[in-house]
């Protein structure tokens, strides 16, 4: 099954090579969909709330988040605490399985926290990603758009700033270890391998700076395939006669040197996001199309009638 998170809710196909996908929830926009080790069903973070699912995506519970607008979530590792990260940024943690939440205020006392905002955000920020790995597993990494990256290392009751050496525009955090970590920026591409304390920028060599999120798939970083995607500018250029001119890259080396490839849609068409499904990996644009990686390279799987703001596999 494909779940198929939209600005317009999420949508549910049989599999990634689809004729058609059933809206299962009417959420307005998604902003992730994701599936935890540990920890029973899929989650939805949207605009409207935090949702759960245990039938695959045929329907839906509304975990009931105190902030309607939740960005983000994730489960630790020891199936326990489940946290979900705000607009305004604020972040919960829930013990007993999404019934009851508490937040975390300990994320309010970061030194920068007063100049996290944004015009394009009501002159506010939000936690946009936040991760957790096995083998840390009392750390939570949060990253804030806009307010750079933040790891805690007691399960999200104190914070650090490890936003040195990162734009702080930060759409996403990929999570390849425990003090590994790639962060899709508004300003570039980012890679660390001690946590956040230093931060090496990866697309030097590209000519697009604007990214949404990255994805590894394979066995560890030496023999896996790093995916991301760029556009030139931030969405307010992505329409006109030239599109959102945007581009999809793959690196066999961890992010040292990638490779562009086409695929259908591009260059007015930008993959937002991504996910593994029965052993390939599966794109999908801000214009609503799913990708298939084939060997021979990326081809159209089916469409959805809203843009594609998250992908989940399961």
Request: a negative charge.
């Amino acid at each position: 099954m494909l779940l198929v998170g939209t600005y317009d809710g999420v949508y549910r196909a049989d599999r990634p090579r689809f004729e058609s996908a059933e809206r299962t929830l009417d959420s307005g926009r998604v902003l992730r969909v994701r599936r935890f080790d540990d920890w029973r069903g899929v989650f939805a973070a949207t605009k409207t709330g935090l949702y759960r699912s245990t039938d695959e995506g045929a329907s839906w519970t509304d975990l009931g988040v105190p902030r309607e607008e939740v960005y983000s979530v994730v489960g630790d590792p020891d199936g326990e605490r489940l946290y979900a990260g705000t607009h305004p940024a604020h972040l919960y943690v829930s013990e007993d399985d999404g019934e009851s939440w508490t937040e975390l205020e300990g994320f309010q006392d970061l030194p920068s926290r007063e100049e996290w905002y944004t015009p394009r955000h009501r002159d506010e920020a939000h936690i946009r990603s936040l991760g957790a790995h096995a083998d840390a597993r009392d750390r939570v990494v949060a990253g804030v758009e806009v307010g750079g990256v933040h790891v805690s290392d007691d399960r999200g009751e104190t914070w650090t700033e490890r936003k040195q050496g990162v734009h702080d525009d930060v759409h996403h955090v990929l999570i390849l270890g425990p003090g590994e970590y790639v962060a899709s920026c508004g300003g570039g591409l980012y890679r660390t391998r001690d946590a956040g304390e230093t931060w090496m920028r990866l697309d030097e060599a590209l000519d697009h700076t604007y990214f949404r999120e990255a994805f590894f798939h394979g066995g560890d970083t030496d023999d896996g395939v790093l995916y991301a995607a760029a556009a030139r500018s931030s969405p307010g250029t992505w329409s006109g006669e030239t599109g959102a001119d945007a581009a999809l890259f793959e690196s066999r080396d961890g992010g040292d040197t990638f490779e562009a490839l086409d695929y259908p849609g591009r260059p007015e068409e930008v993959v937002l996001a991504w996910t593994a499904h029965d052993g390939g990996v599966v794109a999908g644009t801000n214009d609503g199309r799913v990708l298939v990686r084939e060997t021979d390279g990326w081809v159209t799987g089916g469409e959805v009638p809203a843009g594609v703001s998250s992908l989940c596999g399961v």
